[in-house]
């Protein structure tokens, strides 16, 4: 990873409310009102300052109620076949009834992970004309020249 992060204390403090929110449901699974708390906080503050959290992180707290999602705790998994035979896995919350359904597929890779995502990976755009506008603009020619040709065929016909 990068050396230094931009917003680095922004990030531990997210960390932190995070795992205070797991410790909190740990100890005590009937203090999900506290968790909450420390789950709307996290996500109020990652809005604030604009800050990308990690797909798992956002997979486990409800996007409605903002509660964090604990398997037999605080939500169910199940596991289903969709149409053609997709595998799902669909996450219910029990506080607010919320479902989220994201695919089981194996092959399956979040955007985050893959190559095209990370900006060393991505090749800066060309300061010249684009190539589809000097392609367009031949084609255009060409066909405005063919109809001129054919009018001067019809006419001296």
Same mark, same amino acid.
């Given at each position: 990873m990068a050396g230094n992060i931009k917003d680095k204390e922004a990030f531990q403090r997210l960390n932190f409310l995070y795992q205070a929110a797991h410790c909190v449901l740990a100890q005590d699974p009937e203090n999900i009102e506290l968790a909450r708390f420390y789950?709307?906080? %996290?996500?109020?503050?990652?809005?604030?300052l604009v800050l990308r959290q990690d797909p798992s992180v956002k997979r486990t707290i409800c996007k409605k109620c903002c509660a964090l999602l604990i398997p037999g705790v605080t939500s169910t998994v199940r596991q289903k076949r969709g149409p053609r035979g997709q595998r799902k896995t669909i996450v219910r919350c029990l506080s607010c009834g919320l479902?989220?359904?994201?695919?089981?597929?194996?092959k399956h890779k979040l955007w985050v992970d893959q190559a095209e995502a990370q900006l060393e990976n991505q090749t800066p755009?060309?300061?010249?004309?684009?190539?589809?506008?000097?392609? %367009?603009?031949t084609k255009s020619s060409v066909s405005r020249g063919q109809a001129s040709t054919k009018e001067k065929t019809s006419s001296t016909a």
């Open positions: 789950c709307f906080t %996290q996500k109020t503050i990652s809005k604030r479902t989220k359904r994201f695919p089981n597929n194996p755009p060309d300061a010249g004309p684009s190539s589809k506008s000097t392609t %367009q603009g």
